[in-house]
Nanobody
Framework: QVQLVESGGGLVQAGDSLTLSCATS????????MGWFRQAPGKERAFVAA????????YYADSVKGRFTISIDNTKNTMYLQMNGLKPDDTAVYYC?????????????????WGQGTQVTVSS
């Protein structure tokens, strides 16, 4: 079984930076990819960024490209999301996810395991 735990959310002002972490445990050594999704109030959970576990290939939603950076520290089994230039529209609950298979990493249905989410609030 795989467990994912997000941390690092909080309340920041527009233009500030924040780094989210997703610590993994369990049988993650076969992970195909990990990703970040977010869900704002009244909206569907949406793709933010993803990274292939071995190749390190990254994917970003257009809305965060150039501002957010996804990375993995394999020695710590932890994924990160560095968020710069935050905007009020980035306010959401952020979820990390993991798939152990080689699937398209930009869609929700690709992922088998999810964290509990961490709140990010950006004030104007």
């Amino acid at each position: 079984q795989v467990q994912l735990v997000e941390s690092g959310g909080g309340l920041v002002q527009a233009g500030d930076s924040l780094t989210l972490s997703c610590a993994t445990s369990g049988r993650t050594f076969t992970a195909g990819a990990m990703g970040w999704f977010r869900q704002a109030p009244g909206k569907e959970r949406a793709f933010v960024a993803a990274i292939r576990w071995i190749a390190g290939t990254t994917y970003y939603a257009d809305s965060v490209k150039g501002r957010f950076t996804i990375s993995i520290d394999n020695t710590k089994n932890t994924m990160y999301l560095q968020m710069n230039g935050l905007k009020p529209d980035d306010t959401a609950v952020y979820y990390c996810a993991l798939t152990q298979l080689y699937r398209t990493p930009t869609v929700r249905s690709a992922y088998d395991y999810w964290g509990q989410g961490t709140q990010v609030t950006v004030s104007s």
